[in-house]
Antibody, heavy 123, light 114 residues
Framework: EVQLLESGGGLVQPGGSLRLSCAAS????????MSWVRQAPGKGLEWVSA????????YYADSVKGRFTISRDNSKNTLYLQMNSLRAEDTAVYYC????????????????WGQGTLVTVSS | DIVMTQSPDSLAVSLGERATINCKSS????????????LAWYQQKPGQPPKLLIY???TRESGVPDRFSGSGSGTDFTLTISSLQAEDVAVYYC??????????FGPGTKVDIK
C-alpha cells in the first residue's frame, strides 16, 4: 500500500526557513517523479515543485523559484522541500504527491497524495 | 501558463440525480502526436487530500466508481457523476498537464446534496 507521510510544518516568522519531509513507502520510490502541491486555507490547489525519480531534474512554480529547493534521498525513500525567505502568502497545507506511473508523460498525473503538513508564516 | 476555469462554482444535486461539472482550458491540451488530452480530475473531500479520479480526460482511475466519467477534448471538458451519492460531496478540480511546468488546476467546483 502506498503511503506518503509529510512532516516538518509549523509556525515560522516572515523571512524564516523550514524544511518539509515526505516519507514514502509501498512503492519503488526512486522510479517515480514526485511533486509538492500546496493549498492555502479555504483556497484551491497550487503546484509548487517537482523532481524526477533520479533527482536529476527539478522544476518550480514562479512563485517559489529562488526561494524553495526540492530534493530527494532515494536511499531513505524521502522527499524534501527546503523553504527559505518565507512570506505570509506561503501559508498553506503542503502535500507531497506521487506520479501516477513511471513514464515521463504522466509525471504530473498525481496518483497519490499524502495527508499534508500545515505551514503558517506569521509574526 | 495555461489557465483553467470551471463552472459552476458550486452545485447542489438531489441524491441519485446527475451532476455535471465543466472545465475549460485557455489553450488546447490535446497532444496531436498521441491524440491524448492532458487533463485530469481530482476529488477532495472535507479534511482530506485530493484523490485522482480521471486522467487522459476520460480514463477512470482504478477503484473509482463507474458513476464518475470524464469527457471532452481540446479546451472543453466535463466531469459527470451519473447518480450522486452522499459520499460524493466534495470539491472537484480539473488539472492540465499538457504544458509543464507548471501544472495548473481549476478553481474547484463544490458539490453538495440538495
Amino acid at each position: 500500500e502506498v503511503q506518503l507521510l509529510e512532516s516538518g510544518g509549523g509556525l515560522v516568522q516572515p523571512g524564516g526557513s523550514l524544511r518539509l519531509s515526505c516519507a514514502a513507502s509501498g512503492f519503488t520510490f526512486s522510479s517515480y517523479a514526485m511533486s509538492w502541491v500546496r493549498q492555502a486555507p479555504g483556497k484551491g490547489l497550487e503546484w509548487v515543485s517537482a523532481i524526477s525519480g533520479s533527482g536529476g531534474s527539478t522544476y518550480y512554480a514562479d512563485s517559489v523559484k529562488g526561494r524553495f529547493t526540492i530534493s530527494r534521498d532515494n536511499s531513505k525513500n524521502t522527499l524534501y522541500l527546503q523553504m527559505n525567505s518565507l512570506r505570509a502568502e506561503d501559508t498553506a497545507v503542503y502535500y507531497c504527491a506521487k506520479a501516477h506511473t513511471r513514464y515521463s508523460s504522466s509525471w504530473y498525473i498525481l496518483g497519490y497524495w499524502g495527508q499534508g503538513t500545515l505551514v503558517t508564516v506569521s509574526s | 501558463d495555461i489557465v483553467m476555469t470551471q463552472s459552476p462554482d458550486s452545485l447542489a444535486v438531489s441524491l441519485g440525480e446527475r451532476a455535471t461539472i465543466n472545465c475549460k482550458s485557455s489553450q488546447s491540451v490535446l497532444y496531436s502526436s498521441n491524440n491524448k488530452n492532458y487533463l485530469a480530475w481530482y476529488q477532495q473531500k472535507p479534511g482530506q487530500p485530493p484523490k485522482l479520479l480521471i486522467y487522459w480526460a476520460s480514463t477512470r482511475e482504478s477503484g473509482v466508481p463507474d458513476r464518475f466519467s470524464g469527457s471532452g477534448s481540446g479546451t472543453d471538458f466535463t466531469l459527470t457523476i451519473s447518480s450522486l451519492q452522499a459520499e460524493d460531496v466534495a470539491v472537484y478540480y480539473c488539472q492540465q498537464y499538457y504544458s509543464t511546468p507548471p501544472i495548473t488546476f481549476g478553481p474547484g467546483t463544490k458539490v453538495d446534496i440538495k
